[in-house]
């Protein structure tokens, strides 16, 4: 916390190539402090950490407003098309420790495309890798972002619809985070209260984890 009237949430967001998680980071920033396009390659090579400005009407505590910083570290791409997944857990594991280690991580946020399946082999692989960087207590400290949802609109899907129809590994991934997931569409520049809406069910998340942080040191393996 920078002062008792504003309240700063350290979150990372990881995922595959083409998820959207340099995207999802914009939208919850508000900015564009992330590259973001499509491409035929890991577009992230490196970590990156952005911060939205102060943000009001979003958080109260003790009855009173406070204003909202986001931290937002960018993260490579796993499976990544130029790195190795020994240089991209390092590089993250890094990054954290060096921009979180002393303030602690709120949220890991895992990026999913909602208008793809999740395969087991994708999912065992993620959750692998979330283990590896946070340890043991991961399921405490990571939601899943659910990105594209537009596009599951488009087909027709409500949010309980597409729960109801997901598959066995998408529905047991969310279990075991304690369904912490929110649905975004980062196609197009998030407006404001939708950037509130998302804001606020992250809050939620961290207030059912009594504002714990997970402190993280970076240990090679």
């Known amino acids: 916390m920078a002062d008792s009237n504003e309240m700063t949430i350290n979150l990372v967001v990881l995922g595959r190539t083409q998820t959207g998680k340099s995207a999802a980071g914009n939208s919850l920033l508000g900015s564009a402090d992330f590259e973001s396009h499509r491409s035929p390659s890991s577009v992230t090579t490196c970590c990156s950490l952005g911060r939205s400005c102060r943000i009001l009407g979003i958080i109260r505590r003790n009855g009173c407003e406070l204003a909202l910083r986001v931290q937002v570290l960018d993260t490579p791409s796993y499976p990544h ?6 240089q991209v857990r390092d590089t993250v594991s890094s990054a954290l420790a060096h921009h979180f280690g002393e303030e602690g991580l709120h949220l890991a946020l895992l990026v999913l495309r909602a208008d793809l399946p999740l395969y087991p082999d994708e999912s065992d692989h993620a959750i692998q890798f979330i283990q590896e960087l946070l340890g043991p207590t991961w399921k405490d400290f990571t939601a899943v972002l659910l990105t594209h949802a537009d596009k599951t609109e488009e087909a027709g899907f409500s949010e309980e619809a597409y729960l109801h129809s997901a598959s066995s590994t998408l529905l047991s991934l969310l279990s ?7 649905f975004l569409d980062n196609q197009k520049n998030i407006i404001k209260e939708e950037r509130a809406i998302v804001l606020r069910k992250l809050l939620n998340f961290i207030r ?10 970076h240990s090679k393996e």
């Open 81 to 86: 098309s130029g790195l190795s997944k020994e």
């Open 176 to 182: 075991s985070v304690q369904h912490k997931y929110i």
């Open 208 to 217: 059912q984890n009594n504002y714990q942080v997970l402190l993280l040191k």
